[in-house]
């Protein structure tokens, strides 16, 4: 039912097979769950064409990246759609404001080799850059090694396009910007979200904890009044793909960095190194990074 419902005007790839199910069935963790079916859409259309028809079949939908997730984040029982085949452009590159915008499918790598002739880069920059595609990295708020300086994906989305579950195709972004949607779906539901967010203010400021790497959850504090302006592509980044499936990304971009210095310094402890670290980022360094002896070991 579900296959004959996607071949309905669907153009990208449509797997049904039990090589491509056994294929996506496995991600960099350790789990394995095989999927009813796999697609690769080639556009927004074709993803709208697919959450309807699992929607109307009544099966979740995953959406899967480079597969680098260590959880068990794209692997599920139902759909999994496939965005780095077919739909990993960059759709706007606005080098004058430091912007572009990219669909899900887009690796990492390949977008900073885009940005570097301009001398620009996106900067959360994950281990797994040569694979990991920004749709992932926003749904999980990815952090990166230079995370210090430039924060998380959090910090550097600016706004997200977006299909929600009963099928609304909605824009998420700030606030005072974007204050002018005319989607009745969506601004019903976007008024409940800031109600959420004004009415639990207090409750949030006191139970979220201060931290600059917190990727876990959902980011209810991006809806609460005051502070940093209200960005409700804010609460998608890290809901792994739960609130709503992800067509268009607008990022924040950032001037490639010039000259470098490295510096080393040698513990006798583990716990020397790891207590040394609160001075060490008082120095406002690109990055902080821990090689202990079983790496040391481990490399020769």
Not at 34 to 59: F, H, N, W
Not at 61 to 66: A, C, I, K, L, Q
């Amino acid at each position: 039912m579900l296959e004959e419902a996607m071949r309905q005007g669907f153009r990208g790839d449509i797997m049904f097979d039990a090589a491509s199910r056994g294929r996506y069935s496995t991600d960099a963790s350790f789990y394995q769950i095989t999927p009813q079916g796999v697609a690769a859409p080639r556009s927004s259309e074709d993803v709208e064409i697919a959450l309807a028809a699992a929607r109307e079949a009544g099966v979740p939908v995953t959406g899967r990246g480079g597969g680098t997730s260590q959880c068990g984040q794209t692997v599920n029982s139902g759909l999994i759609l496939d965005n780095s085949r077919y739909f990993n452009g960059i759709i706007e590159l606005d080098i004058a404001n430091r912007r572009a915008v990219v669909q899900p499918g887009v690796v990492l790598d390949e977008l900073n080799g885009a940005l570097k002739p301009h001398g620009l880069w996106f900067p959360v920059d994950v281990s797994t850059a040569s694979r990991a595609t920004i749709g992932g990295m926003a749904a999980n708020n990815s952090c990166g090694g230079r995370s210090l300086r430039y924060g998380t994906m959090r910090d550097n989305v600016i706004s997200i396009d977006a299909v929600m579950h009963d099928g609304t195709v909605a824009h998420f972004g700030p606030l005072e910007r974007d204050r002018v949607r005319g989607n009745a779906t969506f601004d019903l539901v976007a008024a409940d979200m800031l109600a959420l967010g004004s009415e639990n203010a207090r409750l949030i400021d006191e139970r979220f904890p201060k931290l600059t790497r917190r990727v876990g959850g959902y980011n209810l504090d991006a809806l609460v009044p005051g502070g940093r302006d209200v960005n409700l592509s804010h609460l998608l980044v890290g809901s792994e793909g739960t609130l709503a499936y992800f067509t268009a990304i607008e990022l924040k971009l950032w001037p490639v960095v010039g000259e470098r210095v490295l510096g080393i310094c040698h513990f006798p402890t583990f716990y020397q190194a790891m207590d040394a670290t609160q001075h060490l980022v008082s120095l406002d360094p690109l990055s902080v990074e821990l090689v202990d002896s079983t790496m040391i070991e481990l490399s020769r």
